[in-house]
């Protein structure tokens, strides 16, 4: 008896091992997978005005303005994961001090990808730490223009 004739009987067990764990694995790797994201809107109530909390459905992360002092800080742990210490973007609408200092806060605790600003100069002491902040962080800064794309 040849070696062939000897594996013959162990061939159709064999290739239906390898087809179940093939189908096993599968399965499993497509239920593992990252789930498909819903775009996410949210409006912050921060006290003077709102912040914007948006959440594209691949993932990227954007903050339209910031309001006064740290109220921010309260409401975002409950729109974004509490490990998730990053946003891609932050735009502020304007300077004026309660659009732009929970910027600050921000800045201390989450690293932010980039800042858009409208280009409105404004010297004021918030407006002032938040400029100190962000050269202190290493964040990129742009002028936002009108059909700008992320």
């Not at 162990?10 to 764990?21: D, E």
């Not at 949210?42 to 959440?55: H, M, P, R």
């Amino acid at each position: 008896m040849n070696l062939t004739q000897k594996l013959r009987p162990w061939v159709t067990p064999i290739v239906l091992i390898a087809l179940v764990f093939s189908v096993v694995t599968l399965f499993v790797l497509e239920r593992s997978a990252a789930p498909r994201r819903a775009l996410t809107v949210a409006v912050l109530d921060v006290g003077q005005g709102d912040s914007i909390y948006i959440e594209s459905p691949t993932g990227r992360q954007v903050l339209i303005d910031a309001g006064p002092e740290s109220v921010l800080m309260q409401r975002l742990p409950k729109v974004m994961p509490r490990s998730d210490r990053s946003i891609d973007v932050a735009l502020e609408t304007n300077p004026d001090a309660d659009h732009i200092s929970g910027f600050i806060y921000l800045l201390r605790r989450y690293q932010e990808g980039m800042f858009i600003e409208p280009g409105i100069l404004k010297e004021t002491l918030t407006a002032l730490a938040l400029e100190r902040e962000l050269a202190k962080q290493y964040v990129g800064r742009y002028i936002g223009t009108r059909g700008q794309w992320l």
